[in-house]
């Protein structure tokens, strides 16, 4: 049987410069769902970044009502642990609720924010196909730059034997960007098992 695991876990406050400063949250999928090009990955996103997400899936699914984000309050304060883990749970559900639907599961932007680092605006002109690589390129190249799980490592090896996919990020122009690299994505133990 099919199943999608999605945690947001691991808030972590960025500086964007002196004045500024956002949290950002890590999200991490296991699946066996044939919907998925990887079956684990790890990405990190803020919030203002599942707000896009949610709002290019209603304009796309008319009629499917959407599950709410937690609301934004103007007394969010990103040093209450409390107010953090309550966004942060708020973000999990809605995934949660958003990957139970097969309309929603087949946007290719859900599958750009889940697994890849791209921003909005790449996001978009990749899905327009306005980039020179494909939404499968896109979440291939980082991967690749992010190899954090044993088991897509064995897997990389046992068919890497038509192409080296070292050099894919450099042709493919998918840099990682801000922060990708170091995400400090850890593989759960359900995705070492299987």
């Not at 642990?81 to 290719?108: C, M, T, W, Y």
Request: charged share 25%; glycine share 4%; proline share 5%.
């Amino acid at each position: 049987q099919e199943f999608v695991t999605v945690l947001v876990r691991d808030p972590r406050i960025q500086k964007e410069d002196s004045w500024h400063s956002y949290i950002d949250y890590e999200i991490f999928i296991h699946t066996n769902s044939m919907c998925f090009t990887r079956k684990t990955s790890c990405v990190r996103r803020r919030y203002r970044e599942f707000v896009w997400l949610r709002q290019r899936l209603q304009s796309n699914a008319v009629l499917i009502q959407l599950p709410e984000l937690p609301s934004k309050t103007p007394f969010f304060n990103m040093n209450n642990p409390n107010h953090v883990d309550h966004r942060r749970q708020g973000l999990q559900e809605f995934l949660e609720k958003i990957l139970q639907d097969a309309l929603l599961l087949s946007d290719s932007r859900l599958h750009l924010f889940l697994q890849t680092q791209l921003s909005p605006e790449d996001m978009e002109a990749c899905v327009s196909g306005q980039t020179k690589y494909s939404v499968a390129d896109a979440i291939h190249s980082f991967a690749s730059l992010n190899r954090r799980f044993p088991i897509e490592d064995e897997e990389r090896k046992k068919g890497k034997n038509d192409a080296d996919s070292d050099s894919e990020s450099s042709s493919s122009g998918l840099g990682p960007s801000d922060d990708s690299i170091s995400c400090g994505c850890k593989a759960s133990p359900a995705s070492e098992e299987s």
